[in-house]
């Protein structure tokens, strides 16, 4: 049950997070920029899989252990990030190799309009286009498998969370 519902959760997740990606392209670069910017901030998979591993806990008979729920947490993180950097690849590597351009500077404007909106020196707004502007390279496999390799260090870590947060057994009240 625990691996059939880790595959489930996971594909789930990645598949949300890729109908997300591909709506907001043909949306347009504003659309696009805007549900990165917030899916970056919402923690919807972590939610998913949260549901997942509670929807786990209230189907077993017995109360399960530690390594268990993080095995499902673990799974469910690797197949949604395998399908995370599949369709960020595809998209920003084959479908439209000037995507991250594109976005970059749709982005870089909002954030100059926002920065001399509050104020911010010009140093601080040509310190931020300059990092801006480092970032305006294709995507390539290499930066692909870094950042998955990232990703999979911090969905251990909210794994572990996952699987405590589960664990915890509950008292009745007498």
Request: charged share 15%; glycine share 6%; net charge positive.
């Amino acid at each position: 049950m625990i691996r059939k519902t880790s595959l489930i959760v996971g594909l789930l997740a990645g598949f949300l997070f890729v109908a997300g990606l591909m709506i907001s392209y043909e949306m347009g670069i504003a659309s696009l920029g805007s549900f990165l910017t917030w899916y970056t901030w919402l923690p919807v998979i972590f939610i998913v899989v949260l549901a997942g591993a509670w929807y786990i806990r209230t189907r077993s008979a017995e109360p399960l252990d530690l390594k268990p729920m993080l095995q499902y947490a673990l799974l469910a993180y690797f197949l949604y990030e395998l399908i995370y950097a599949g369709a960020n690849y595809y998209l920003f590597a084959f479908k439209d190799r000037e995507l991250n351009n594109k976005l970059v500077e749709y982005l870089w404007q909002n954030s100059a309009k926002q920065m001399a909106e509050k104020g911010a020196g010009k140093d601080q707004i040509e310190a931020a286009a300059e990092l801006a502007n480092s970032a305006r390279v294709p995507l390539t496999f290499m930066q692909i498998l870094i950042g998955f390799g990232q990703n999979m260090i911090l969905h251990f870590i909210k794994s572990v969370i996952i699987a405590t947060i589960t664990k915890q057994k509950t008292h009745k009240q007498s």
